[in-house]
């Protein structure tokens, strides 16, 4: 995430400078701009270290995630909301409908990484046997 807010820190340096004149060396697109960089900012850090903490296990059928602050067990499935290779935002929600939102990223565990992308992608047991009526 770092080399994303030094592009952007570094992107609107650029904007400023090409928009700024004698005249007029910080002017109101700039400023809003800036506003709007350092907001988004703002909220993408305070959003990523929210985010809960702890083990995730998938036994090819129940997902489970063990909470590190609560030490409490869930029960849930995951869906992905954002795949970006060497990292996922995964949406676990418990058989109780509450949902955790999880950053996963492969540098943690890079020998498992491959395995778990796997899993999420992966149909459960249930969802691949066909329908015996």
Known sequence: MAYLVILGAASLGLFGYSTSTASSPLNWQFALVAATWLISTAAVWHFLHQLPQG???????NWYFTDQATKLDHVGTVSVRLDVQN?????FESEFKRVFWLWLDAGFKPDDWHDLRRAVYSR????????LI
């Open 55 to 61: 083990d995730i296990d998938f036994d090819g059928e």
């Open 87 to 91: 990292g996922m935002l995964l949406r």
């Open 124 to 131: 459960t047991a249930k969802q691949n046997s066909p329908d």
